[in-house]
């Protein structure tokens, strides 16, 4: 394996790239941070967790959907609003409750498609849409889905809590197929029955509830190497992955997969006494799962093969999106 | 006055006419509702109502901002987006708990007001951005933000509740200025302190936990009349309204005014035994409110003045939002 050539790959990729802006503009928000009374975690994880007195803390996140995505396809635009939503709930170790979404299109018939994908997503995932805003007078189409889903109190995974010596586990779904919108997209939902699909997601509550790893992400845009590269920056650690370790779909290019966004994947640290645990929690509920490296106290992430190790990440000068907590 | 003319501009206001597609668009959710096991209110309201188990119902919201009012002021947009959310809350008799954003651009100055607009909303409303998503490559700029709330189970405002014979009271903070970027805007918060202007919201908590009103719903760009349109519509009642009940800020054009989205106003519905307390817990908070007509078996939204009455709007026949529980 060219070890310069996939690192340099990684870091150019602009699933990778787009991230980097986000730091810089969250730093608005520090001067206005002391109103965050009852909000546990917020920037930096998949979701916030808010303490509202109850049992269970509230987790609230957001996403949109890439103008390339929405322009490639609507009714996939919509599925994946709801998709995407359920993941970063998942990856807290929650259970998804409901949506909002804000919908902005002056063509009816590209909102139509959009809310058919919404739709399909909501009886997919059993996740309701309660309420949302039309603007049915803007010159493009654009889609933002927010999300609640809940967690027991002290059960939450989060992203910024990785420790040197953590095993590094990635575990996907990989029973399906390329595409079908973009060469970076994997998907493992549409041909699957709701009851499997949300079974699934369910191993991260597990997870979670049994406080079997140290912390998690769902894989996203960035790919796999490229989320491990958020989850050590926000936990101001460092990684080394061993390449040979990734489990890829057959026929699928290796260096490709590593830019690709599963439907379902997620990399989640434990302890290296648990790691086999997770490993086959995840295997018995269908992903396949490997521990691909460890998280070292270097504020680098190295990818490995052979021995030869290259840094994909240097954060004492590189940036994924910037946020240390 | 004339009635006709003022019905008309009324009924063509685009602060009306845009939100007709809503209900061809939810349309699509219907074959998916029986998933909303946990949710008590859904579409229609100004938030969602959501069962999560504890002593308090979560209230869950999205607004976008419109476009035309993102390039008049990045700054204002940004805080707008924070001040109509919260006022989604509060019309629900909610308290704010927290908010993410959505937003898109490939504009980073348009980008940073933005987000300074939404700082300066954070730190007066006293509600936190806990998340959100960025999306730093689109072609167009635009903001869409959720809110989650707090309610006390039982003491949610709904907006569809409204019952013949019950008082119509329309209040709102006339202590401000027209403006500053659109001629249908009155902004009465900017100019004043924090703890003024959150406490002016929390009267709507006291009239919820005190079950003085029967549905209400914040002024939004409908204006007064075309907001009591909307709850009418989704009570599936009519209502009557006397103009010269309406109280309006002084050296503002009277029809103008009716089309107003004033920065903090409601409407509600109230038993006639409960109209003057009502009015007066308003009036302590520093509104000016009055008792303005009342809900009729009619399904009709009439206006009259000197005995005279026209219809704004017949639902036999017209819609606003077409939506209705």
Known sequence: MNLQRIAREIREFEGVTRK???????NIFESVRSEYSNCVVDFGDD????????DDYVLFAADGIWARLISASMWWA????VLVNVNDIAAMGGKPVAMVNVLSSDNKEASKELLRGIRDGVAKFGVPMVGGHLHPDTPYTSLSVAIIGTVKRGCEIRSSTARAG???IAACDMDGR????????????TMKEPGDVRAKYRVMQTLG???????GKDISNPGVVGTLGMLVETSGVGARVELDKILAPENVDFVQWLKVHP?????????????SEVVSLFESAGYSAACIGSIEDT?????????????VFDFKTDTVTGITQ
Do not use: Q, W
């Not at 979701?47 to 109850?54: F, N, P, R």
């Not at 439907?263 to 790691?275: C, H, K, Q, R, W």
């Not at 504020?299 to 840094?311: E, Q």
């Open 20 to 26: 980097k802006p986000i730091a810089d503009l969250i």
């Open 47 to 54: 979701a916030a967790v808010i303490d509202i007195g109850g």
């Open 78 to 81: 919509g599925y994946s609003s």
């Open 166 to 168: 953590d095993s590094v």
């Open 178 to 189: 390329m595409g079908p919108n973009s060469p970076y997209s994997f998907d493992s939902t």
């Open 209 to 215: 509830e049994r406080k079997l790893v140290t912390s």
């Open 263 to 275: 439907a379902t994947g997620f990399i989640v640290t434990s302890l290296p006494e648990n790691e």
């Open 299 to 311: 504020h680098r992430l190295d990818i490995c093969s052979g021995g030869k190790c290259v840094t």
